[in-house]
């Protein structure tokens, strides 16, 4: 491994903590890819000066992150990063290929539905009226990362199985000239139910992301309603605080 590492003994930030996050830093970047190895924690603690407890501590906490791995006869293996999205009206397809995740997508249902009373009103159409539901697996360097339930009113575009395997769905509603202005969003977490980790790769009981939003056009009109659950391990929601003044 030849990555530029160094800890700062007059810091009051701990040995472990520093190496971890230099360490996190270099796998969300992609200098430490997946399926790289680490290397020996023996050699590590050398270089750096460290003991091996505090390197040990260190990785520890990566794998606990979920971020490393440690194989039998094969050593610790970077296993992804984790995905942080921005809170902001951006598809998680875009995000994940920003973030170079190679992002793919597994469509699992694409029909026609009577719309229930809370779709209805998030679309603001008819309860019963016809929606279309689009159900798509997320996948990012083919590991399942999110599912994705969306509701859009009938006739705002056409959708075939094709296209939604290959790119967002907010892609191919830009591209069918309509304008994203303004979402309303909704963020919780919950245990999986036992089809849910299973779809997820997740234990049962694995603690997920859920969000729900409503999107709207530049006319005010509602034009998709989504039920999103995620793999906590996996993703987080990033944003940023200002102080009012």
Not at 106 to 121: D, K, T, Y
């Amino acid at each position: 491994m030849s990555l530029q590492l160094s800890v700062d003994r007059n810091s009051p930030v701990p040995l472990y903590f520093q190496l971890s996050q230099q360490l996190e830093a270099a796998i969300e970047h992609g200098t430490l890819t997946p399926g790289s190895l680490l290397g020996n924690e023996i050699e590590l603690a050398a270089r750096l000066g460290l003991s091996r407890p505090t390197v040990r501590q260190a990785i520890q906490s990566l794998v606990d992150k979920g971020l490393l791995v440690r194989r039998r006869g094969v050593g610790t293996q970077v296993v992804h990063s984790q995905v942080k999205r921005p809170l902001e009206l951006s598809s998680l397809y875009d995000d994940l290929e920003s973030a170079g995740q190679r992002p793919a997508t597994r469509v699992l249902g694409n029909i026609l539905e009577p719309a229930s009373a809370e779709v209805a009103a998030a679309l603001g159409v008819a309860e019963g009226s016809d929606v279309q539901r689009v159900e798509r697996l997320r996948l990012a360097h083919g590991e399942p990362m999110a599912y994705l339930c969306n509701w859009l009113p009938r006739g705002l575009l056409a959708l075939d199985t094709e296209q939604l395997e290959a790119t967002g769905l907010y892609r191919l509603m830009r591209a069918a000239g309509i304008t994203l202005h303004s979402a309303r969003q909704t963020i919780g977490a919950r245990s999986a139910t036992a089809e849910e980790a299973e779809r997820l790769t997740e234990p049962e009981g694995a603690p997920l992301l859920t969000m729900q939003r409503t999107t709207f056009d530049d006319t005010g009109r509602a034009v998709e309603f989504g039920s999103h659950t995620y793999r906590a391990s996996r993703y987080s929601f990033e944003f940023q605080l200002l102080v009012r003044s």
